[in-house]
């Protein structure tokens, strides 16, 4: 009788505790040969826990692991690489200063003393080829978007020829195509005989790419299933442990005012390159303005330059009306500008402060936090911080703690909650559900819902497509630093069109396409009144006065 | 098949190594002393002991050590400063030596026959003069991004010579039989000593400023933005913090304290600005501010401690007729061995027997 073969991986009875709470509850997990094995569960369940204990940077208090059949104990991340566990973390570890290639091969044992560059960079070209994972070997990782950069933490694990490859929410910051190819890379891998631990809160993806799913939650494993057969309600349901709705919002009627504007911005990038190249636009309040593009095409350096973190070349942002030239940060935060950067860790939370220090990062000169000219009263933030901690569902160890020790999801909970919290005018918000779970990705679109049914002007970016589509109430593509068109009537785009304009497609071309495939004709205004094009000035100004009424011509 | 060494970054540090390491290092500092000074032919043991009391031994060894203490703590406190901030002020020592100057300046040129009045001018020159010094660098710094660590470095060199080319030129005092050294300053223009020793007021100010630190640190907006700043300087824009500004008065005000220090030192001390007044508190200062991990509190107690080195090392000159070179090593290996040690805090060291690309390891 032949022998069965072992799984790959095999986790039993994984415990692991920190400072109290129990991020790993006697968790058994299992990885087999040819199959992508997913882990579900809300923010702070501890799947990162668990993968982080598979490749050796924790210790676990209790569970054993085998590989292969062969007990193991990982005391470093080298042990668990050299067993043939690739990781690709949430917050992915590259050295920014550093190129592609070179982190490719940082930390590998046996290096020859002189790199042999052109080889590596051959073996990485051939890699990314066969895996349609794109990169420029040879560029810095810190010139690279996180997207990008991604896309390198992947590849480096494929590098070292990991036979398990551990996928920590890859597809949030990637576009549908994209995450199609990813989709193909994993399932190209799967037939090769690879096991894939696959994490990611969307169900779609989850149902698409997996052949098991594990649930856990609040640290303990609530079971197993087989992929086929299972609902995306019922796997919400055994996350959350309740019924979770997400439907479309209903788009505003009435649009407010011109709160925000920005007007032939042209705005450097961090190589130095143009990367906005003559953007105009107009942020509403009472309205959610979309904005869709994949990673890198400017769409960091417009937001930065409107809320006064990035200088411009030319154009300007105008705040009511008035021009802020190169305004510090704070003179849009005075004037209730609120920013949800991309970045959590890098720009958006002090990961070595505490949870009192960073709710109050952007408001300690303020009252109540301020104590006369000099002082922080603290024991306020700290009341402040346990209502937000609270209000937003935020799982914290301690208020005390570094928030370094915080989950992914509940990082951006926390920066979510100080910026909502003391009602915004205008909201600048990048991805703002990247990371959460589907209880706390409703709660956050229902807040921005909220906040622009209360009056703000919303500005949300990002490249999850069904989230767009859901919110906003108009919608604009940018590519490569350029708005390729607005619509008043996103809806009525398909994601499949909006991946096209992406790209760089131009609208007159989707629309034809649609016509050529026979598809229904879109319904309503697809194009608004105030569409800009770049560089075309005259347009810009024509079509804003057609608009008329409301309209102040923040440059007339 | 041979033995590999592995390093790795700790994810954590226990408690007892935070403990152990430091103290382990001491002791094997002190058994490589023991090493060397057997070697110099004197006891190791009797040389120890000779250190210990002449340092904290008897109150005449404790008032050195804290004469020592004082200059450590504030030109300490003036680096942590800088260094919460991640801007690496390395010119204490250099500040230290133009807030001297600017207040043997005060003496000669502005002067009032009243210690208090004359205490102020002293201590408001030096801050001036010391506050320029390290803003000028700060600027530098924040404006065109020139390497801070160099610009203070040079600008120590700078003030070292300035300061000699006074004590050996325009304010020579004629009486001093060729030494470096102005002439003595008139008792309005001195710190008063306490206790029948050589303690003066300076170690007043360095308490004060010590809790004054740790309070702005701690309680201000101020000391909020520096450490943002330090700890992620990309949120500390996002914040609205301005950095040109703080760098400018990070540097300011940790020049001005680290000249308050060197007036102190004169003023205090020696009466008179002399050649090479400063034996280096300004380099040592950095250790201090290093090893108190840049905690205003913890900063005292380490500038106490090495103080008493210094004081020890004084001792075995005297006492054991040591040349000073030998003192200035074994002083140095402790410091060697306890921030080397630090090593071991951040870092894991694991030798592995080395099979390679056999991933057959297993325990
Ligand atoms: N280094 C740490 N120190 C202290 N607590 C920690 C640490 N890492 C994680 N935790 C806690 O352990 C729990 C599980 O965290 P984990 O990161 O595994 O969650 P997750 O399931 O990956 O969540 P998310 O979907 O938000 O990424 C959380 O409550 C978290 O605060
Ligand atoms: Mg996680």
Known sequence: ?556 | MGLRVVTEKRVRVPVWLEVLVPVGAVMGALIAGAVLLALLGVSPLAAYAAMLRGSLGDWYGISETLVKAVPLTLAGLAVALSFRMQVWNIGAEGQLYMGALAAAAAVRFAFVDNSLVMFCLMAGAAALAGGTWGAFAGYLKARWNVNEIITTLMLNYIAIHAVDYFVYGPWKDPASLGFPMTASFPAAARLPQFFDSRVHLGIFFAVVFAVLFHIVFRWTKWGFEVRVIGANPKAAQYAGINFLRNAVLVMFVSGAVAGFSGMCEMAGLQGRLQHGFSPGYGYTAIIVAWLARLNPLALMGVAFLLGALLVGGDTLQVVMRLPLSSIQVLQGLILFAVLGAEYFLTYRVRFIRSVPDSPKEVD
């Open chain 1, 1 to 556: 009788m032949a022998a069965e073969i072992p799984p790959l991986v095999f986790m039993r009875g994984i415990t692991k505790r920190f400072l109290g709470v129990k991020a790993n509850d006697a968790i058994d997990f299992d990885v087999r040969p040819g199959e992508v094995h997913t882990l579900l569960g809300e923010n702070g369940a501890g799947k990162s826990t668990l993968m982080n204990v598979l490749c050796g940077l924790y210790k676990p208090d209790g569970g054993e692991i085998e590989i292969e059949g062969e007990l193991r104990r990982f005391r470093t991340p080298r042990d668990a690489i050299a067993a043939g566990i690739g990781m690709v973390h949430q917050h992915f570890m590259l050295v920014p200063a550093q190129t592609v290639w070179e982190n490719m091969v940082l930390g590998l044992d046996a290096l020859p003393q002189v790199l042999p560059r052109k080889d590596i960079v051959r073996r990485i070209e051939e890699i990314s080829e066969r895996y349609a994972l794109r990169v420029d070997p040879l560029a810095p990782v810190w010139q690279l978007s996180i997207g990008e950069q991604q896309r390198v933490a992947i590849l480096k694990a494929l590098y070292r020829q990991a036979r398990i490859l551990v996928l920590d929410e890859p597809t949030a910051v990637l576009i549908p195509q994209e995450i199609q190819s990813l989709f193909a890379t994993i399932r190209q891998m799967r037939g090769e005989g690879h096991g894939i631990v696959f994490i990611s809160h969307k169900l779609d993806e989850v149902l698409a790419v997996s052949d098991r799913i594990s649930i856990l939650r609040k640290g303990k494993k609530i079971g197993t299933f087989a992929a086929v057969g299972v609902t995306k309600e019922k796997l919400a349901e055994m996350m959350v442990g309740r019924q979770v709705f997400f439907n479309g919002a209903p788009p505003t009627t009435e649009r407010g005012p011109v709160f925000l504007a920005v007007r032939d911005l042209v705005v450097r990038g961090e190589r130095g390159n143009i990367a906005v190249q003559g953007v105009s636009l107009e942020l509403r309040q009472k309205e959610i303005f979309g904005l869709a593009g994949v990673a890198g095409n400017g769409q960091l350096e417009l937001c930065e330059a409107m809320v006064g973190l990035r200088g411009s070349e030319s154009g300007d942002v105008l705040v009511q009306g008035r021009e802020m030239g190169n305004a510090s940060p704070r003179a849009f935060l005075d004037r209730g500008v609120a920013y949800i950067p991309e970045d959590r860790k890098g720009t958006g939370l002090v990961p070595s402060m505490n949870i009192r220090e960073n709710v109050v990062l952007r408001k300690y000169w303020k009252k109540p936090f301020a104590r006369g000219r000099w002082f922080i009263d603290w024991e306020v933030a700290a009341g402040h911080t346990g209502r937000l901690v609270e209000r937003f569902g935020v799982i914290t160890p301690g208020l005390g703690i570094p928030i370094r020790a915080l989950s992914g999801g509940n990082l951006q909970k926390l920066m979510l909650a100080r910026e909502l919290s003391d009602n915004p005018k205008a909201i600048i918000a990048v991805q703002p559900t990247w990371g959460l779970d589907v209880g706390a990705t409703e709660y956050v679109r229902e807040r921005l819902l909220e906040q622009r049914d209360r009056g703000a002007a919303v500005f949300l970016v990002s490249e999850d497509l069904e989230e767009l589509l859901a919110l906003s109430d108009r919608l604009a593509v940018i590519h490569q630093g350029r708005i390729m068109g607005i619509t008043k009537n996103p809806r009525a785009l398909s994601e499949e069109d909006l991946g096209l304009l992406m790209a760089g497609t131009s609208l007159e071309d989707v629309l034809r396409g649609r016509e050529e495939r026979g598809d229904a004709p879109l319904p309503g205004p697809l194009r608004d009144p105030g569409t800009f094009f770049a560089g075309d000035g005259a347009a810009q100004k024509k079509a804003f006065r057609a608009e008329g009424g409301e309209g102040r011509t923040p440059w007339a």
